[in-house]
């Protein structure tokens, strides 16, 4: 009896601590603003880079800032039009899209 409330007692905390985990980041990620948006982009682009987390964090989740968020689902399209070529995560035409997306974040107001 004792060994079953135990292990239940552990399921009930790690299902809670990882949803609070995932609130948590949810919420962090919905605050995003432009230098954060920027730099999960060159994240994907980058030659140098070998993961994607910032950008996967950045797809994953709506932000609170309509402009931003529009960047988002317009990258959304670009990644899913330009997918892998070879030794890429995006094809070259994917990455200019990309680019041309920062530099119009970049001089927004």
């Known amino acids: 009896m004792g060994t079953i ?6 399921i009930v905390a790690f299902i809670a601590f990882f949803t609070w985990a995932g609130m948590k980041a949810k919420s962090q ?10 730099s999960a982009l060159n994240n994907l682009i980058s030659d140098e880079s070998t993961d994607h987390d910032e950008f996967d964090m950045f797809i994953s989740w709506p932000i609170n800032d ?3 968020e529009s960047i988002r689902q317009k990258v959304i399209k670009i990644t899913s039009k330009y997918s892998k070529s070879v030794n890429r995560d995006i094809s070259i035409e994917g990455v200019n899209e990309i680019k041309c997306l920062i530099y119009e974040i970049q001089n927004h107001i």
């Open 5 to 10: 409330l135990t292990t239940s007692l552990i």
């Open 29 to 38: 990620h919905a605050s995003f603003d432009k230098s954060d948006v920027i």
């Open 66 to 68: 309509p402009y931003l």
